[in-house]
């Protein structure tokens, strides 16, 4: 019998599965997929010549994370490869903002689109630079970040805490009018808001691309050399070096409670797989509890609160083996490997708002990842791994195009959608489409069958909007990886601190294991003493 059984091989299990092993316990993950690595993981499915990250791909969280960098994955074989340039946001007229870990290129480019802009860039990297140990620190540990929190809000008095505060809170389009006269920072911080599902005018969304460009400026954007998978690979192969086992192919429908707590887990095959200490889940809120745990287990008030549990926009990916490199209207994009496509902050709204009503984008904003650009064993010579994924509703109620999608995501939907998206990308780079060797679709119902915690294709584990972090992620009153159950963890990207490649949901689900086994483990030496001392006096 293993002291943890942790439910799925992502990359919050694998650091969860990791952590434990380090503290001495017996661990045995259960993957329901083939191979481990949840959504890091790549293939050459779309030409055999290339490799394609079938999920995520850039991972300036996993660069800026504490929970990874105590990992030493280096030593397990990983190294990581950066574009020339982080990101890159052309528009039509041949005007492009750069974001380069270079902060005087990066100022010098936002400084074409408006003199001061890029002293205004530095001014934000400044306050960055003063408060990203503190920011890091209470991002990666459990809410509430007692000890973190307490060391940034020192730090805050000197930055001016209140005003801090209120850019945190503020909608990214405001944000962005109140720091730059120019376009080019504006959409910096924007369209990295976009990386989530925060619209321009989502309180919050100011802070969430405010963090997320100062993650590229310091860390940029890299990519595992080799393909995604060899970040999942490097924390399987520790795992397992140090004793921890995984088992893939096997889908647990069940966390078996007996006696108030959590004792195991049963699989489809109907093998009960018993766990001495600590069953860990890193699977979505709605799965753990609205499938895997019965509901005579969980208080009422959960199950209403999972009601209203809300998912991130669903995703709609197409990955392209390319006979060239894209070819650009504006240079400067060429050298980044990550490329954002959107006219203006406007059109980013309009994107937003069209999802918001069930209606899926006739002018999709797409995040566009130039893979052989960052790490040149991707593809042949001259050659491009590339993807674009773009956001669409959770639930199509209409098309916004021409092409009378109904969101059923069948043959038909998936190649005219995967046509507007290529439309969009030639655009701005014209003669795109002719160097097309090969594509390949990921429809939301793909990405969901790929991975059962991308909901409908969500790649978050719910949104990032205010309401739904902090205290109130998953629900009202949590925001910590214990659950109603005894014994048993939330893991996964629906708990605090939520989606990216980071490990903090992970780390933070083993760090309460272990600290609930000491502490039970303290009470009962303390009870074995006050019986043994009892017994003396009599």
């Given at each position: 019998?293993?002291?943890?059984?942790?439910?799925g091989?992502?990359?919050?299990?694998?650091?969860?599965?990791?952590?434990?092993?380090?503290?001495?316990?017996?661990?045995?993950?259960?993957?329901?997929q083939?191979?481990?690595?949840g959504?890091?993981?790549?293939?050459?499915?779309v030409?055999?010549?290339?490799?394609s990250?079938?999920?995520?791909?850039?991972?300036?969280?996993?660069?800026?994370?504490?929970?990874?960098d105590?990992?030493?994955?280096?030593?397990?074989?990983?190294?990581?490869?950066?574009?020339p340039?982080?990101?890159?946001h052309?528009?039509?007229?041949?005007?492009?903002?750069?974001?380069?870990?270079d902060?005087?290129?990066?100022?010098?480019?936002?400084?074409?689109?408006?003199?001061?802009?890029?002293?205004?860039?530095?001014?934000?990297?400044?306050?960055?630079?003063?408060?990203?140990?503190?920011?890091?620190?209470?991002?990666?540990?459990?809410?509430?970040?007692?000890?973190?929190?307490?060391?940034?809000?020192?730090?805050l008095?000197?930055?001016?805490?209140?005003?801090?505060?209120?850019?945190?809170?503020?909608?990214?389009?405001?944000?962005?009018?109140?720091?730059?006269?120019?376009e080019g920072?504006?959409?910096?911080?924007?369209?990295?808001?976009?990386?989530?599902?925060?619209?321009?005018?989502?309180?919050?969304?100011?802070?969430?691309?405010?963090?997320?460009?100062?993650?590229?400026?310091?860390?940029?954007?890299?990519?595992?050399?080799?393909?995604?998978?060899?970040l999942?690979?490097?924390?399987?192969?520790?795992?397992?070096?140090?004793?921890?086992?995984?088992?893939?192919?096997?889908?647990?429908?069940e966390?078996?409670?007996?006696?108030?707590?959590?004792?195991?887990?049963?699989?489809?095959?109907?093998?009960?797989?018993?766990?001495?200490?600590?069953?860990?889940?890193?699977?979505s809120a709605?799965?753990l509890?609205?499938?895997l745990?019965?509901?005579?287990?969980?208080?009422?008030?959960?199950?209403?609160?999972?009601?209203?549990?809300?998912?991130?926009?669903?995703?709609?990916?197409?990955?392209?083996?390319?006979?060239?490199?894209?070819?650009?209207?504006?240079?400067?994009?060429?050298?980044?490997?990550?490329?954002?496509?959107?006219?203006?902050?406007?059109?980013?709204t309009?994107?937003?708002?069209?999802?918001?009503?069930?209606?899926?984008?006739?002018?999709?904003?797409?995040?566009?990842?130039?893979?052989?650009?960052?790490?040149?064993?991707?593809?042949?010579?001259?050659?491009?791994?590339?993807?674009?994924?773009?956001?669409?509703?959770?639930?199509?109620r209409?098309?916004?195009?021409t092409?009378?999608?109904?969101?059923?995501?069948?043959?038909?939907?998936?190649?005219?959608?995967?046509?507007?998206?290529?439309?969009?990308?030639?655009?701005?780079a014209?003669?795109?489409?002719?160097?097309?060797?090969?594509?390949?679709?990921?429809?939301?119902?793909?990405?969901?069958?790929?991975?059962?915690?991308?909901?409908r294709?969500?790649?978050?584990?719910?949104?990032t909007?205010l309401?739904?972090?902090?205290?109130?992620?998953?629900?009202?009153?949590?925001?910590?990886?214990?659950?109603?159950?005894?014994?048993?963890?939330?893991?996964?990207?629906?708990?605090?601190?939520?989606?990216?490649?980071?490990?903090?949901?992970?780390?933070?689900?083993?760090?309460?294991?272990?600290?609930?086994?000491?502490?039970?483990?303290?009470?009962?030496?303390q009870?074995?003493?006050?019986?043994?001392?009892?017994?003396g006096?009599?």
């Open positions: 019998m293993a002291d943890a059984v942790v439910i091989a992502g990359p919050n299990g694998l650091v969860a599965a990791n952590l434990l092993v380090d503290a001495g316990w017996s661990v045995e993950v259960l993957e329901a083939d191979t481990p690595g959504a890091v993981r790549h293939d050459h499915g030409d055999p010549d290339f490799t990250d079938v999920f995520s791909a850039f991972y300036p969280l996993a660069a800026a994370s504490p929970v990874l105590d990992l030493h994955l280096e030593h397990e074989g990983l190294v990581w490869s950066h574009a340039k982080v990101l890159a052309p528009l039509p007229d041949g005007r492009c903002a750069v974001l380069s870990r902060l005087a290129e990066t100022a010098a480019s936002l400084d074409a689109f408006a003199p001061g802009d890029g002293p205004a860039w530095e001014n934000l990297w400044r306050v960055w630079e003063r408060l990203r140990e503190g920011i890091l620190d209470a991002l990666f540990t459990p809410f509430p970040p007692v000890r973190a929190g307490a060391a940034l809000a020192l730090r008095r000197g930055a001016g805490g209140l005003r801090l505060a209120r850019t945190m809170v503020l909608p990214v389009r405001r944000l962005g009018e109140e720091e730059f006269r120019g920072g504006r959409l910096l911080l924007a369209g990295n808001a976009l990386h989530a599902d925060l619209a321009p005018e989502a309180a919050g969304s100011g802070g969430f691309g405010w963090i997320m460009s100062m993650l590229g400026q310091t860390y940029g954007f890299p990519v595992p050399v080799g393909g995604s998978g060899a999942s690979g490097a924390l399987a192969r520790r795992l397992t070096r140090r004793g921890g086992t995984i088992r893939c192919g096997e889908q647990v429908t966390v078996v409670v007996r006696g108030g707590r959590a004792v195991g887990v049963r699989t489809a095959s109907g093998e009960g797989v018993p766990a001495r200490r600590a069953v860990l889940a890193d699977v709605p799965a509890y609205g499938s745990v019965a509901e005579n287990h969980l208080p009422p008030r959960l199950l209403a609160d999972l009601k209203r549990f809300q998912w991130d926009f669903a995703t709609f990916k197409v990955d392209w083996a390319l006979n060239s490199r894209v070819p650009w209207r504006c240079p400067e994009a060429a050298q980044a490997g990550t490329v954002h496509l959107a006219d203006d902050v406007d059109a980013l309009r994107f937003a708002s069209q999802i918001a009503m069930g209606r899926v984008p006739d002018e999709p904003f797409c995040l566009f990842g130039q893979m052989t650009t960052a790490d040149p064993s991707r593809s042949p010579r001259d050659t491009e791994a590339a993807w674009a994924y773009t956001h669409v509703p959770q639930q199509v209409g098309d916004a195009g092409d009378g999608l109904t969101g059923s995501w069948d043959t038909r939907e998936q190649e005219a959608f995967a046509d507007r998206i290529e439309a969009h990308v030639e655009h701005y014209p003669g795109f489409r002719g160097l097309v060797r090969a594509r390949r679709i990921l429809a939301p119902p793909t990405l969901e069958g790929l991975d059962a915690n991308l909901h294709g969500a790649i978050n584990g719910g949104t909007a309401h739904q972090q902090l205290v109130f992620r998953p629900g009202p009153g949590t925001g910590r990886p214990e659950t109603p159950v005894p014994g048993l963890y939330l893991a996964s990207a629906s708990a605090h601190p939520g989606g990216g490649v980071h490990g903090a949901p992970g780390a933070n689900a083993a760090r309460a294991a272990l600290r609930r086994h000491r502490t039970a483990a303290l009470s009962r030496l009870s074995r003493l006050t019986h043994r001392d009892r017994g006096r009599r």
